[in-house]
């Protein structure tokens, strides 16, 4: 089976989960694309549910294609299901996410979730994580400076290397749905994710990170 193909057998098997008139929070990337693309057929097929948020404008447009009445979150919006891909799962269903630098609006989605379900193929299975660069979102202000904290960052949670980039499009440094820039970190390996997540959400110019920890219920790996 090509990865592919596991992308779509993980969506069709999230596809199962989702019910009559329930709100879903809409992932990023080629297997939440698979699901998004499955919930279309099955709203054509009769399913009926309140609506959608999605985490990127990409996501979005293959949603309104797709036929998903799309919703404005307000104060009380849960999720009864989220469905997103990852680039990590470790055994404690800890992730790294981000590599479609949608991460910021998929942490709030996640986490506001009554059952958040990733879906993936086999080869984001991982015994320890850290081989995926973990994105980071920052301000274009001052971005260097900020590269220069999340680096001793990485070194004063143990990180094996401390590499940065900052990701580029076309030439030019990528820009997120949010107006902000994405660090690439190459870790090598992370060995205590949340020592690292509680030192970058204390560093000012980092938005958001896409270490996912404690938010997913269940994984979904084909
Ligand atoms: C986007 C993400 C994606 O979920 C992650 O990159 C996995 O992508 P794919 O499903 O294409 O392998 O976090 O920001």
Redesign the pocket.
Known sequence: MTADEA?RQAALQALELVRPGMTLGL??????AHFVKGLGERLKEGLVIAGAVATSEATAALARAAGVTLLEPGPETRFDLAV????EIDPALTLI???????LR?KIVAAAAVLFDVIADAGKRVPRLGRFPLPVEVTPFAWALTARKVAEALRASGCGRDILSLRQKDGAPFVTDGGNYILDCQASEIPDAPALAALLDATPGVVEHGLFIGLAHEAIVV
């Not at 996410?97 to 991460?103: H, I, S, T, V």
């Open positions: 992308k992932g990023t990337g080629s297997t939440a997103d891909g990852a680039d996410k981000g590599g479609g630098g949608a991460l998929e």
